[in-house]
Every structure is written in C-alpha cells, then in structure tokens.
C-alpha cells in the first residue's frame, strides 16, 4: 500500500542551524512527491515538489530511490520557518500524506 | 478570486446531529478533495471527486458522504455525527491550468466539535 512515514511528530531547532525534515515513502511504481506547509494563521499550501528540482525560501528536497526518502532541508533556519510540514505522495488521482511534523525555530 | 472556500468555518453539534460542510472553487479545479486533520494522524483523505459527476471513497469514509454538485461545489455531509469525527476538515482541488496538475489547493478548513 502507498504509504508516507513522517517519523518526527515534532523538530525544534535554533535560528541559523541546519534543518532536515524526514520523510519516507512505500510506493510501487515511479513516486511523484510534495512537500506542504502549514504556517500559524494561513492555509496549508504547496512549498515544492520533486519534480520541479526546485529551491523555496532555502528549502531543497532530494528523492533518493533508493532509500525511499523525500528528505526537506534548509542550511540556516530562520525563525519564520517554524511551521506544520507534510510531506505528500501522489497516488492515482490522490495525495497520501504523512502524519506532519511540527518545525520550531528557537531565537 | 476566492479561490477554495468552505463553510462554515466552525461548527458545534450534538451527538447525532447532522450537517452538511460547503465547499465551492473558483479555479476551475477538475478534481476536489475532502480531508480531515488531527494531531499525530496528519492529513487523510474522506472522499474525492476526479472529475464532475464522479465521487470516490478515501482512506475514511465511513460516517461521512458527499455531493459533487457541479464543478464548482463538493459538499461533505455527516449524517448522525459522532465525536470521533471531531476534527477540522480541509476542501481542495486541483487540475487547474494555474496551479497545475496534481497540486493541491486547499480552502481555509472547518473546524467540527462533536458533544
């Protein structure tokens, strides 16, 4: 079954540090994957997908095949990255989204 | 553009209560979405809508129905509400040419307490 795994409920960290948010998947078949965010008082809304090899406000992701993993990552917190993430898994006409982890960035 | 709106924003029913949550888009989204959210179980899928005319069961469903009006409007309809469906519910579509494919954009959500 398709399956996401977010094994870190919550990640605190402080401003400047590096961030990496974990994220596995189970999926048979080339996986299209997504990362989401959530900030405090707004909608949840798209930050990027895999697809696009894209950089957003810092974050990168890399799919790794091998390992299943849709790691997100940024070199340097910043306190207005504290945030709810989910990392999503295109499955036929559906996202699957992980449990979500919740990002603190300490001053 | 309004872009996804649900309603009504909060909701407080009894035990056996039903109501129907709204949800309509201006996108022209193909496919609409109705998720709950609670803490530790992330996001999962009630029910979604491929296209107009079309409704299928998510992850759970049970408790819970669906209307896809037109293109515009997918409304969720809980028939005797339950506190296990405490939660706040999010509508999305997607396949609009402006979001692009596969991209979900989601409304403000619902926040439902059952007593």
């Known amino acids: 079954a398709q399956r996401v795994t977010q094994p870190e409920k919550l990640l605190s960290v402080f401003k400047g540090a590096p961030v990496e948010l974990k994220c596995n998947y189970s999926?048979?078949?080339?996986?299209?994957l997504f990362w989401y965010v959530q900030y405090s008082r707004q909608r949840l809304q798209l930050l990027l997908r895999?697809?696009s090899r894209e950089s957003i406000k810092g974050f990168t992701a890399d799919l790794n095949k091998g390992e299943t993993s849709f790691h997100l990552k940024k070199p340097f917190a910043q306190e207005e990255d504290s945030a709810m993430y989910y990392c999503a898994l295109k499955s036929a006409q559906k996202l699957v989204f992980g449990q979500g982890t919740r990002l603190t960035i300490n001053p | 553009n309004a872009g996804v709106t649900q309603t009504p924003k909060f909701q407080v029913l009894k035990t056996g209560q039903s109501m129907t949550l709204q949800c309509a888009q201006d996108?022209?989204?193909?496919?609409m979405y109705w998720y709950r959210q609670d803490p530790g179980m992330g996001l999962r899928l009630i029910y979604y809508?491929?296209?107009?005319?079309?409704?299928d069961k998510g992850e759970v469903p049970n408790g819970y129905n669906v209307s896809r009006l037109n293109k515009r409007e997918f409304s969720l309809r809980l028939e005797s509400a339950a506190p296990s469906q405490t939660s706040v519910y999010f509508c999305a579509g997607s396949g609009a040419r402006v979001s692009g494919a596969n991209v979900l954009t989601f409304g403000a959500g619902s926040r439902l307490t059952v007593l």
């Open positions: 895999h697809i």
């Open positions: 809508s491929a296209s107009e005319g079309t409704t």
């Open positions: 999926y048979s078949g080339s996986p299209e």
């Open positions: 996108m022209n989204h193909n496919s």
